[in-house]
């Protein structure tokens, strides 16, 4: 392939091949955007009460009314009276004759 030297080219188009053509370019058109854009705040806006305050105190108000209605619930209001503890009374027993030798045949099987 044979390169086509730059004087067949239009001007137009040459100067966009140039790296510093299209740099300067894109300076400008930044810089163009910059000055039409919007102006940029030099000092922050004065806090707006019901923009940024008054949400936060109703937030903890709401909390504290919930943390009250949680405390009030879970308070008990009368407890059961505990019941003494009662001792089993003591029963003779009696086991059939050779349940002794039937519980060792099972423990070996």
Request: hydrophobic residues 40%.
């Given at each position: ?21 299209y740099l300067g370019a894109m300076a ?12 940029r705040r030099t000092q922050p806006e ?58 060792q045949k099972e423990m070996h099987h």
């Amino acid at each position: 392939m044979s390169r086509k030297p730059e004087g067949d080219a239009p001007e137009s188009l040459r100067a966009w091949t140039r790296p510093d053509a299209y740099l300067g370019a894109m300076a400008r058109k930044r810089s163009f955007r910059r000055a039409h854009g919007e102006k940029r705040r030099t000092q922050p806006e004065s806090p707006r009460m019901m923009l940024s305050t008054l949400p936060f105190a109703a937030l903890i108000v709401l909390l504290g009314v919930l943390a009250v209605a949680i405390m009030i619930i879970a308070f008990p209001r009368s407890q059961p009276v505990p019941k003494g503890q009662q001792i089993a009374a003591k029963e003779q027993g009696r086991a059939e004759r050779g349940w002794f030798q039937e519980a060792q045949k099972e423990m070996h099987h």
